[in-house]
């Protein structure tokens, strides 16, 4: 089979699942990423400050309570006026109803927060993945992506909303109820502020450990999750080759690592519950035991106990829930750490901050002057070596040569996917790097060797080409691209879905709806990779019958291997090793005798041959 040439372009990733470096590189001890959220809540704050007028009362009303209760003990239960009590319990049955209030609001305010930042920061996500230039994407393994998008964003659902009310409110109830304790028992109240270092350093300790454990847990699942979308991706491929139970084998590994590793993030979060909780046991039955001793003695009413009792238990209750947000912030953290490192790629390709404006109208004129270029990956290797190339309005050119010779490179250079290193790329006059990308490439249409189709219908399909058109100009299109009859025989027609990647089309059928669409961008540059290579005579005429329509009136940039299909255009440019090496007609360069009389020899010998 032969070997596209855009693997030029293909870096070697340094690691198995071509995750950026900074994945693998130890985690930071630190909460610094989740401050990324900020922006994201208060783009909402009418609903952050009901949110929060909701949190506060429901804390306040709760700090009331223990003081209620130590009033009805003390007075109630020793007036003879039996409306007091009612009075006392009327006002209970009060603070109930606008703690159910409070926490309701506060419960559906938090988790709409936390559902609308993640949607929010998905799309930014995607935003960012959606300018970022090819040579990221030659390193990053796109089911390593997918990861980030989804589950990572998922994980900071709950940090964004419930986990930071959780905490707000807790701290509240916390600091509250300490406060409270030392107005009703200065003495008890020490002696319970000196048991919560011994309560709070571990939780400290264990939280970073939980912190690190997730991370791992996260980069497992994504190293299981890239193998599984490579090799479902090229299942045929995996079934030719019964390849099938080395796949599972490597997958249910990959799986048991990410478990194992969850496993150890969960051992840690229960062992820092468990902690907690028991400290903080031990800690205020010490203190209650003491504070029964005074009552026994007279030093303290009933009451007054029954408070620090209730104050003691939301403190304890409040220092539990804590620890347990702590976890969750933790992990959080962790998902918050990889969305920062993607969000922090700078695309290397960007559209300059003062763009030159395109002429107009346009008009397709082309210009490559002494252009050289290496891939990042390959400084030492030359693409393109001394390069200059110009091609007039409406002139139609071919690029041939062996693999590797920089053919591919000059389309990305001109679509701006690479900038050169040294020398101009120019189109209609205007230097690529000084355009704004969107003017730049809505003057190209790119028809590749291999199609990119999605699971939609054919129509949307069509439209890839040019979101703004409408059905009927999808259909003139079709029509012009030698596509309307196979789908009109397709069982719903322009509605048919096509499923991942066009699986239920040819080769020949596939190309036309990639011609189809270059029609609909009407651009004034016509790029063909390759377009008919991998086709069968039959559809070869049609898709070249097709082609023949679009290119008129275009510049058109042909790449072609089969050099039949190239002896119409206007000039032949021959590459070899990044070098122009010769140009002109075909019946000029078969009379010339150079590379491209040896390569028409030898493919037209072969062809006759078969």
Not at 298 to 310: N, Y
């Amino acid at each position: 089979m032969r070997r596209r040439e855009s693997t030029e372009a293909t870096a070697q990733s340094n690691d198995s699942t071509g995750a950026p470096p900074a994945d693998r590189a130890k985690p930071r001890r630190s909460l610094k990423p989740l401050a990324g959220l900020t922006p994201y809540l208060f783009r909402h704050p009418r609903m952050l400050a009901i949110g929060g007028i909701a949190l506060v009362t429901s804390a306040v009303v709760m700090l009331v309570v223990p003081t209620a209760v130590r009033r009805m003990i003390d007075v109630g239960f020793t007036a003879r006026d039996g409306m007091l009590i009612d009075r006392y319990f009327a006002m209970l049955i009060g603070l109930g109803l606008t703690l159910a209030v409070a926490s309701s609001t506060r419960a559906y305010i938090v988790n709409w927060l936390g559902e609308r930042v993640v949607a929010d920061l998905r799309s930014d996500v995607f935003r960012h993945l959606a300018r970022l230039s090819p040579a990221f994407y030659e390193t990053t393994h796109s089911a390593e992506l997918m990861s980030r998008l989804t589950a990572d964003t998922t994980q900071l659902k709950s940090a964004a909303g419930s986990t930071i009310s959780q905490a707000l409110r807790n701290s509240i109830m916390l600091v509250g109820a300490l406060v409270m304790m030392l107005v009703t028992s200065p003495w008890l109240s020490t002696l319970v502020l000196v048991a919560i270092p011994a309560i709070v350093l571990p939780l400290v300790w264990i939280g970073t450990m939980v912190r690190r454990l997730s991370r791992r847990a996260q980069d497992s699942l994504a190293d299981a999750s890239s193998y599984a979308a490579e090799n479902l991706g090229a299942v045929r491929t995996m079934q030719a080759f019964t390849h099938e139970p080395t796949v599972v084998q490597r997958f249910s590994d990959a799986v048991e690592r990410a478990f194992e590793d969850a496993r150890l993030r969960l051992r840690a979060r229960s062992g820092l519950i468990a902690l907690t909780m028991a400290l903080t046991v031990i800690s205020i039955v010490g203190v209650l035991w003491m504070g029964a001793a005074a009552v026994v003695r007279g030093e303290m009413t009933g009451g007054r106990l029954s408070q620090f009792i209730l104050y003691a238990l939301f403190a304890a209750g409040a220092l539990a829930e804590l620890s347990e947000v702590w976890g969750e912030v933790n992990q959080a953290a962790g998902a918050a750490e990889r969305l920062t490192e993607l969000l922090a790629v700078v695309p290397e390709i960007r559209s300059p901050e003062h763009p030159q404006p395109m002429p107009e109208p346009a008009m397709g004129a082309i210009m490559l002057e002494h252009v050289r270029f290496s891939y990042p990956s390959r400084p030492d290797t030359s693409a393109l070596d001394d390069v200059t190339l110009r091609v007039a309005p409406g002139e139609t050119v071919a690029l041939v040569g062996p693999s590797g010779a920089g053919k591919s490179t000059i389309f990305s250079l001109l679509l701006r996917f690479y900038d050169p290193s040294s020398g101009t790329v120019a189109i209609d006059g205007v230097p690529v790097d000084r355009a704004r990308l969107e003017d730049l490439r809505s003057r190209i249409a790119l028809v590749p060797q291999e199609v990119a189709l999605f699971d939609d219908t054919v129509m949307e399909n069509i439209r890839y080409g040019s979101p703004s058109a409408t059905d009927d100009d999808c259909r003139r299109a079709a029509e012009a691209a030698q596509a309307g009859e196979f789908i009109a025989a397709l069982p719903a027609g322009y509605q048919t879905r096509l499923g991942e990647r066009g699986v239920v089309l040819s080769g020949g059928q596939r190309q036309r709806l990639a011609v189809a669409r270059a029609v609909l961008k009407n651009a004034p540059i016509l790029l063909l990779d390759e377009a008919t290579s991998a086709l069968d005579a039959q559809n070869e005429v049609l898709v070249q019958r097709a082609l023949e329509g679009v290119m008129q009136g275009r510049t058109t940039l042909v790449i072609a291997h089969r050099l039949a299909t190239v002896q119409k255009a206007d000039r032949i440019v021959v590459l070899d090793n990044g070098r122009i090496v010769e140009e002109g007609t075909h019946a000029q360069l078969k009379h010339n005798g150079g590379l491209y009389s040896r390569l028409a020899d030898l493919q037209f010998t072969a062809e006759a041959a078969q």
